[in-house]
């Protein structure tokens, strides 16, 4: 795929062959209608932002930077937008936007990640927001960031910050064990060395996700792409049944197998470090740039580390580069009012645009920002210049690829054979070689946006 301004997005892009089926898409065993039509809502009132921070979120910081940005907007517009929060349980693990298109109800702002943007996008339900974001605006864009958002000459979504994967982890635990910084594992045999190491009858060594879901897709990916693998290839065909593949699956595989991985994390998931890192339930574990600023809201004495994923023999550093975007309805009540909301809010090269951005990635959250002018405000300022921040920005970031944007068939063929090796002990040839049937038996009829 290639953007407006000539360079070519990474990844290995799918185009447009046959008709994917009439009305329906196949997502977590339901069906929902396609595309998702909002139906004409003859309401008057504020338009409607449905996320998970604010005002019922319970990080302060984070729920004032979206009460702030709203009410940035509502003072200076006369079209209004209203926060309208929805539990993480709902949103992110739940069905509730799902649901919500499929009933002509949707939002006319809300959040996606890349993971579900086909999803949505195939659907017809995303506002192009190009032509509400200018030229340099748009260049200012990591490409890291905005190549999943980018359909042809189209914008589909505004990232409001970039989150890489690493691993945590906790200088006490490596300290009881008698391990030091020159013990941290660069190599996926040296991690399962040093994790039995630190696993006890209290603590486990290593903790990667066990729940299945998009984010356990997302945090397996870089493993993947270390050994040269791809879920699909240069030829539109499933790359997954590859040894990259199959060595992936093992490593996960081999952790809980060797019992210093856990079957099941604490809290709301291998994303929620506090519970598990924090709490001394594990050494190690592979989480998010956003774990900096988890950790600093729970115990800000807490003592940890961070160091890049390590490499599979004769493996490349990787790591993937999540995160949030604003995105509008395309059926919504005001498409104008709400595209000009979403460029204001981040996509604007006006100062106070770019230094939401900074202040979203760097006070109110921990997150790489998405965009270049961004990242220089938050320099000058210091926020990247010590600490787990600086380990990010400067080893962990520069290694990173865009989270994949895949439909949810696409995504559940690579979750049933990670869930299959990782928890039933199957074997990781015959999960790749079925999943990569599955892919191919999917692609052979699809019909929407590039997979990336």
Not at 431 to 444: H, K, N, P, V, Y
């Amino acid at each position: 795929m290639t953007r407006r301004n000539g360079t070519t997005t990474p990844g290995h892009p799918l185009g447009r062959r046959t008709v994917l089926a009439a009305s329906t898409a196949l997502v977590g065993g339901s069906l929902l209608p396609m595309p998702y039509l909002s139906r004409a809502r003859a309401q008057e009132g504020p338009l409607k932002f449905w996320q998970f921070y604010a005002p019922g979120g319970a990080v302060p910081g984070q729920v004032q930077w979206f009460q702030d940005t709203v009410k940035g907007w509502n003072d200076s517009q006369e079209t209004k937008v209203e926060l309208e929060y929805i539990p993480t349980s709902q949103y992110i693990n739940g069905t509730k936007l799902q649901t919500a298109f499929a009933a002509g109800e949707g939002p006319d702002i809300f959040l996606i990640s890349p993971g579900d943007f086909l999803r949505y996008h195939n659907g017809g339900a995303l506002l192009d927001l190009a032509p509400y974001v200018a030229a340099e605006a748009h260049a200012d864009y990591y490409d890291t960031a905005i190549a999943t958002r980018l359909v042809d000459d189209g914008l589909f979504g505004l990232p409001m910050e970039v989150e890489p994967m690493a691993i945590y982890y906790s200088v006490k635990a490596f300290k009881e064990a008698g391990l030091g910084e020159a013990d941290i594992p660069k190599t996926w045999d040296q991690l399962l060395e040093v994790a039995k190491t630190l696993t006890n009858d209290k603590r486990f060594g290593i903790l990667f996700e066990t729940n299945p879901g998009y984010y356990q897709n997302f945090t397996w990916y870089p493993f993947l792409w270390q050994g040269g693998g791809e879920i699909v290839g240069k030829d539109g065909k499933s790359g997954f049944n590859s040894d990259a593949a199959r060595a992936a699956l093992k490593f996960w595989q081999d952790a809980v197998a060797q019992g210093i991985a856990p079957r099941k994390p604490l809290g709301y998931g291998a994303n929620d470090i506090a519970a598990n890192l924090g709490s001394g339930f594990c050494a190690m574990q592979n989480v998010g740039i956003w774990g900096i600023s988890a950790l600093r809201n729970a115990d800000p004495n807490f003592e940890y580390g961070v160091f890049k994923l390590p490499l599979p023999p004769g493996g490349q550093d990787r790591t993937v580069a999540g995160g949030w975007a604003f995105v509008a309805n395309a059926n919504g009540r005001n498409t104008e009012a709400v595209g000009k909301f979403c460029a204001w809010a981040l996509g604007s090269m006006e100062p106070g645009s770019v230094q939401r951005v900074a202040d979203w990635c760097t006070k109110a959250k921990s997150d790489m920002p998405p965009r270049k002018s961004a990242f220089a405000e938050a320099t000058a300022a210091q926020a990247y210049g010590s600490g787990a921040m600086k380990t990010f920005a400067e080893q962990v970031f520069p290694t990173a690829r865009g989270e994949p944007r895949v439909p949810p068939q696409v995504y559940k063929a690579i979750s049933d054979a990670i869930q299959a090796c990782q928890l039933n002990g199957e074997d990781p040839g015959k999960r790749a070689e079925m999943a990569a049937q599955q892919i191919d038996g999917f692609l052979a009829g699809y019909d929407g946006a590039p997979i990336l």
